[in-house]
């Protein structure tokens, strides 16, 4: 595909030229500012010099000329899916900043802390708060971190673009798309989940997720629809386990795919052993290097089927798994990263909350998962049960420090511009003075109120 810029309307009169049919879309689920249009063209030539030329030309006799790598087309999507998770990553920073901050507020039902002195219990000390809320937060840092290291590699993509090897390319490329999806997922997936966490409040507009809730969703639209986003990536993880089998080095995001091939069974014997990284990581190299074998496994085993006979209808016959390898593709390289951060002691302050929100990030992932690793013999029964003890008690663990994990986004009340999740707490105060104007008899009392109170009992 080549890009070109097309003129649409006369300068002067901003008429649509001769050919072209343009239109408003009208109103849609959010993002009503941004005026989304429909184009028709008929006969419309687009002169060659209007081709955005970076990558590939046309000659004045039509010939076309590539000038660097075919794979530079890449380059475009890459930034901007870079710039649009980092973008996604900030939304999930404001929908946790007000639902964590007014959940720690929030008093409902009997007292289960007992060292809180208060007859009611704050929203954010009941278990099943923290399972709900917790686990995004610690997406949000896991993804935080994510985001910086890409920024990073775009950034040296940008500055060494014709340098850059084909095989890097292709794997910068193949994990954008599928983080693309599985972060804007994720997010959109939290901010319903930080709205029910507020109850009622979460409803109004004034507390904020509605209107990022309505805003958020395109996203895992445009951009590159999500579901076939992660099929490109899944379709990258293919073409890597092929190479794997030509005998190919891999590169660095698929290296679980090697590492995988000693791992049998999992050594942790206690709670303690999953605060362990080695541990942590052989289970991570394990759940994503046997799924996605056995998913393209599945898939080049298809090739003789004579019900499927084209490598269309045989990539249909697997894309559910194909698309949850594509997940845990992302999910490893998310969890992985956040690991080695911690282990080069970058910030070493804050070491013992960044690790329990680690440790939250990865067994959250591996319960989840536990069917497969269960199946796989990888991880016995009483080790699933330890997981899932573990997550709770990590979750207990990272909502001590829940306030000050948000407030460290630093994100100004300007930005999260929410009733109730301002950075003094006074969730009450705020929420009445943003309401208080709208008192008085209601505009409709006379004509349909009066005459129903008025009127004859429908009884008599
Ligand atoms: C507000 C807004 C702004 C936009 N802005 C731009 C813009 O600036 N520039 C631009 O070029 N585009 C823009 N788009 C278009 C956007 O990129 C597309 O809508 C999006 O890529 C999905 O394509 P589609 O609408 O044709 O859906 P379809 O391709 O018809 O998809 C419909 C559904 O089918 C599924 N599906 C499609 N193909 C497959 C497959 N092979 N396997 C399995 N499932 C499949 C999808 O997951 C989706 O759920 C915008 C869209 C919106 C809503």
């Given at each position: ?13 901003h ?14 689920m ?22 955005l ?15 660097h ?24 920073k ?5 639902a ?13 802390n007992?060292a809180d002195?208060?007859?009611e ?25 994510q ?14 673009a014709?340098?850059i090897?084909?095989e890097l390319?292709?794997?910068i ?44 969703s395109?996203?895992?639209?445009f ?6 986003m992660?099929?490109q ?13 030509r005998?190919e ?7 679980y795919l ?11 014997r206690?709670?303690?052993d ?10 991570l ?8 074998l056995?998913?393209?496994d599945k898939y ?22 194909l ?15 956040f ?15 960044l ?10 992932e591996?319960k ?34 829940a306030?000050a ?22 969730v ?7 309401v ?11 004509t ?13």
């Amino acid at each position: 595909v080549q890009t070109f810029v097309v003129q649409l309307r006369d300068l002067d009169t901003h008429l649509p030229l001769p050919g072209v049919r343009v239109g408003d879309l009208g109103k849609k689920m959010g993002l009503q500012g941004v005026d989304n249009g429909w184009i028709q063209f008929d006969h419309v030539r687009v002169p060659r010099a209007h081709m955005l030329r970076r990558f590939a030309s046309v000659a004045r006799d039509g010939t076309f000329t590539r000038t660097h790598k075919a794979q530079m087309a890449y380059a475009a999507l890459i930034g901007t899916r870079g710039k649009l998770v980092t973008l996604s990553v900030g939304i999930l920073k404001r929908a946790l900043t007000i639902a964590v901050r007014y959940c720690g507020v929030r008093r409902q039902g009997e007292q289960v802390n007992p060292a809180d002195p208060h007859t009611e219990t704050k929203l954010l000390d009941y278990q099943s708060h923290q399972i709900r809320l917790l686990p995004a937060l610690a997406k949000a840092y896991a993804y935080h971190f994510q985001t910086s290291y890409i920024e990073k590699l775009i950034e040296k993509f940008d500055q060494q673009a014709d340098d850059i090897s084909e095989e890097l390319l292709a794997d910068i490329h193949g994990t954008m798309a599928g983080f693309k999806a599985f972060c804007t997922w994720d997010v959109q997936a939290a901010i319903e989940q930080c709205r029910q966490s507020c109850g009622g409040n979460g409803y109004s507009s004034y507390t904020g997720l509605e209107e990022l809730l309505a805003n958020f969703s395109v996203i895992v639209t445009f951009e590159g629809d999500n579901t076939v986003m992660a099929l490109q990536t899944a379709n990258y993880l293919v073409r890597c386990v092929e190479r794997q089998r030509r005998g190919e080095t891999l590169a660095g995001s698929v290296q679980y795919l090697d590492k995988c091939r000693a791992l049998t069974a999992w050594r942790v014997r206690s709670a303690n052993d999953l605060s362990d990284p080695v541990q942590l990581l052989e289970a991570l190299d394990f759940y994503a290097g046997k799924q996605v074998l056995r998913t393209v496994d599945k898939y080049l085993s298809l090739e003789g089927d004579k019900s499927l006979p084209t490598p269309q209808s045989r990539w249909n016959a697997c894309q559910v798994e194909l698309i949850e390898i594509a997940r845990v593709h992302v999910f490893y390289n998310a969890a992985t990263r956040f690991i080695e951060m911690l282990q080069s002691g970058e910030a070493a302050q804050l070491t013992p909350a960044l690790s329990a929100l680690c440790r939250l990030y990865v067994l959250n992932e591996l319960k989840l998962g536990s069917s497969f690793l269960l199946q796989a013999g990888f991880m016995s029964p009483a080790q699933a049960q330890l997981v899932h003890d573990e997550l709770l008690s990590t979750c207990a663990l990272v909502r001590l420090d829940a306030v000050a994990l948000v407030d460290s986004f630093n994100l100004s009340d300007f930005v999260v511009n929410s009733t109730i999740g301002a950075a003094d707490g006074d969730v009450y105060t705020n929420m009445l003075r943003e309401v208080a104007p709208r008192t008085g008899v209601a505009p409709y009392f006379a004509t349909a109120i009066k005459p129903m109170l008025e009127g004859e009992s429908l009884d008599e």
